[in-house]
């Protein structure tokens, strides 16, 4: 099978520790994690993914909403540019553990940050950061 991932989930998921909006939201994510340690292939897409299932009957989703694709074209920019020289692209996507190092170091240096401000997550992103990740369930190498 194939991960279904939009762009900003591609540092979401460098600091997912098991929180989440609800508990089916966090019982799937961890699952997802769980297929991303064990190497599945990661078709990157354009609006909501495999993390967003759980949301998309909420009323208040905010999966489809514009800022949340600026975050995706800022991700799609960042991660791009600093793993593959290009923004990315919708399609698929490979990521090795030495992409995955990097995408780290820049998460902690903030550089391909951009994509998180103003998100309600951002302050336990940047303390997992702080810690070099412990606690975290995405393991490298991818």
Known sequence: MTIRLRAHHLLCMLTFAGKGYTPAFVESYKAIINRLNDAETIKLVD???DICVPMLNDPTCH????????RDRLAARDIGLLLFGEPLSVGPLRLSGKDISKLRSAFQSGSIRQACAGCEWHELCTGIAKTDFRGCRLRSPL
Do not use: K, L, Y
């Open 47 to 49: 609006g909501p993914d």
């Open 63 to 70: 999966c489809h909403n514009e800022s949340v694709r600026e």
